[in-house]
């Protein structure tokens, strides 16, 4: 079983979505647990997860399915999607803002009522499996008017909202990934909470989980406080030398 | 020589009564960038600006020899209020360096935290005490400041309530987790520079209203522009008191009492700076701007000579009157103008590393290589597109489309910068620094980096005067190079008039409309809005604006927003959509975030 901790009412309403055959859409911050909860509720439906990761070269055929050459000449193989929804399965699309805009598109008929995938390409209709779930995740973090998500596909989703987990829980997230003491996770927290002040101000992205539990590994394997909070922390937020000290400022509130 | 000699003993002397390290002092200027970064992420306001204090009277307890130097009277003290966090311009309270850094870091974090109490002493007691019991490292950095400045504080005789109070004080510093009962006495206690104070502690306070006021005004000091004075109000409410030494019956005209602001004379001597700062208080009248509130007239435009250059006649374009929802044919006068006078200069040196940094940023847009699949003709095989046409084994040959295509760059935006030049741009953001000068500087910024972006780019200003003239100025036109030249003309602009800004908007979706290119946006900067002097105040202004905007989205152009106008959530989503505006809480941010947005709006095209 994967070691997710709940932080709200996200199971519950991930199950009665489901139950109901519609597509959910979880929208949150970077590293804040959204793929680990998949992977913990796909877990627990026991049913298999199939993750695609977006960037901006993936197209709708990668999703699908394409023809390969074997040694009797061309077959059709079928993408990631596809086998989802033939055999039933979590199909959880993540950043799906940065993929190109044809694969959106693809999920429509998949996403309403209908729940079908029509393969253009050897003209197949499948009709999804009773146990397909259709989820994607994006992060409305950054303003920008061509990548945004069309309204036409966010509203056909039931959709959740993931934030930073609140202190305590953050700080207990963090010692039980990294088996770090109390003190230091607590301590961690604390200062991954006042840079998160700074988002929107002075940086771009703010310290995910995922991070503080990388500056906990770093330290828990005997690497100064200091320097792992310098490296797992900061460096990768900024390059500003002035935000940089201001931070570095912070650490030594703490360490 | 009696000056000499005059000047040497005030430095003795001085010296004897001061704990001053001029050697290792540790300046704001140098900080300021920091501390703001540190401040916001400990909790402090983000719209907060870091400004110098200026000295203020705290009626201590003096030594016979502090009285015979004439210091100890007056002390940097620490404060914040709803528009900034105000420290020392300076710290030298140390003789070791790190240590006047950490007290800076230190008050930042004590001004970063909400106010607890209104006692002084409790008040910071219970301040550095959530702050010590949370962060072990600065618990360090304190009791390391608190040794050192203990060997610095007062000693009074050992009988006497100043005694008392001191050693009170003391044990306060050492042990802030035990809240003692401070004994008071007739002197005020010696400040702490470890401590955070209220605004008005030691003088009258400042209404709220009239505070504003004062800030947006306060041009006392010039060159030090971050130095903040204390102010007292005086009291000049009853208007009836002005003295009339004449008898009214000989006037030959009507006149009022005119209340004149005098704080904004502009030949100021070189001294007055020095004499503001000997000065303890300036008094500044309440109602000092009475007289010209409730009036509203036309601004005569300037003579013809002094203006700008209009070009041709003007333009005639409709205005929606969303009454009758119908257009007011050829309602509004457009012309264009161009300060023909404004002489070529270079970029301002405070701009160039802003300016350096961004055009690396930009240059790489340019060549941004891009891949396109399905082509005819290509320096690469389409291995996808190959294997289907395998597979469906296509007999037309149009459809063999094998290979990928690298294009350089597939840029294809054209951009009209429109900024808002309106008198209410003229308005301080912070001592030295107008609306005006925030924009200026990011259309300098935002120019330099495009240039290098390759994207063709315009650049125009307005403001309006009723809808018998909007002006709008020329910056930069699309087929005209960024020049020195252009930049002249970034530098001589002026506010004047008012905000009209659906005729501005047609006229900017006009000159985008004739652009080749394929994306086309039109960001538009503003501080407020929508106004002029007739009915285009208040719905009016909004509904043309908003209908100008319509009629651009339905052109194709992709209208884009950005607002130093926090209220803007108001009215911008009605205006612009929700998703099509963005609001700069701190105008100084301006000519950072433009580029960053334009960057950001248009990066994903290619």
Known sequence: MTDYQVQSNEVGIFQAAIDNHLPLLIKGPTGCGKTKFVEHMAEKLKRPLYTIACHDDLSASDLVGRHLIGKDGTFWQDGPLTKAVREGGVCYIDEIVEARKD??????????????????????????????????????????????????????????????????????????????????????????????????????????????????????????????CNHCLILPLTDEQETIEALKRLVNNYF | MEEFVGEVWHKIITKKTETNYQDSKVTLDDQGARLAVYYRALGGNSAHNINGCDKRVVTTRRMWLQKIAGNGR???????????????????????????????????????????????????????????????????????????????????????????????????????????????????????????????????SVD???????????????????????????????????????????????????????????????????????????????????????????????APENDDLPLGSGMKLPEWNYKTKSFKKDFCLVQPMLSDEALPCPLPSHLKPTANKLAQLFSHLSCNPARINKQQDGSEIDMDSWMEGLASNFKD???????????????????LLLTDISLSTEAHVSESKRVIDCIRDSIFVFSEALQYSQDPFAIYGFSSIKNKQVRYQMIKNYSEPYSDQVRGRIQAIKPGFYTRMGAAIRQSTLLLEKQPTKQKLLLIVSDGKPNDLDQYEGRYGVEDTRQAILEAKQKGITPFCITIDTKANDYLPYLFGSQNFSIIKRPQDLCVELPKLYLNLTSSLS
């Not at chain 2, 909400?114 to 002493?121: G, L, R, W």
Request: net charge negative; glycine share 4%.
């Open chain 1, 103 to 228: 694969t959106t598109v693809v999920l429509h008929p998949l996403s309403d009522h209908r729940r079908i995938l029509p393969l253009e390409k050897n003209g197949e209709i499948i009709e999804a499996h009773k146990d397909f779930v259709l989820v994607v995740s994006y992060n409305p973090g950054y303003q920008n008017l061509l990548k945004g998500l069309k309204p036409s596909t966010k509203q056909r989703f039931v959709t959740l909202e993931f934030d930073y987990p609140k202190e305590e829980l953050e700080i207990s997230i963090v010692c039980q990934q990294t088996a770090i003491d109390i003190k230091t996770a607590s301590q961690l927290v604390g200062l991954a909470r006042e840079i998160r002040n700074l988002k929107d101000s002075d940086i771009n992205e703010s310290v995910s989980t995922r991070l503080i539990i990388y500056t906990a590994l770093m330290i828990k394997n005997g690497l100064s406080a200091q320097d792992a």
């Open chain 2, 208 to 302: 709220d209203e009239t505070e504003e006021e004062l800030t947006g005004h306060s041009d006392i000091i010039d060159d030090k522009k971050t130095i903040k004075k204390q102010a007292q109000r005086i009291d000049d409410e009853r208007e009836t008191d002005g003295l009339i030494i004449f008898q009214l019956e000989s006037l030959f005209s009507w006149s009022e009492q005119v209340n004149l602001d005098r704080c904004e004379d502009e030949t100021e001597n070189e001294d007055s700076e020095s004499a503001a700062e000997d000065l303890d208080i300036i008094s500044l009248a309440k109602k000092r701007k009475a007289g010209s509130a409730g009036i509203k007239f036309d601004l005569d435009l300037p």
């Open chain 2, 397 to 415: 040959t149009s459809k063999q489309n094998f290979f990928i295509n690298d294009k350089k760059s597939l840029r294809d935006i054209s951009c």
């Open chain 2, 74 to 204: 007056k002390f940097h003290l620490t404060w914040k209020n709803q528009h900034g966090l105000y420290l020392p311009p300076y710290i030298a309270q140390f003789a070791d360096k790190r240590l006047n850094e950490n007290l800076y870091y230190w008050l930042a974090s004590m001004a970063a935290q909400e106010t607890v109490c209104d006692n002084i002493i409790e008040n910071n007691r219970r301040l550095t005490l959530q702050l010590i019991q949370s962060h072990p490292g600065l618990k360090r950095q304190y009791f390391e400041l608190v040794d050192t400045l203990l060997t610095q504080r007062p000693r009074y005789p050992e009988q006497g309530d100043d005694y008392l109070q001191e050693q009170a004080i003391q044990a306060s510093l050492k042990n802030p987790e035990q809240s003692l009962l401070i004994p008071s006495t007739r002197f005020q206690h010696h400040p702490v520079p470890l401590w955070i104070y209220p605004s008005e502690a030691y003088l009258l």
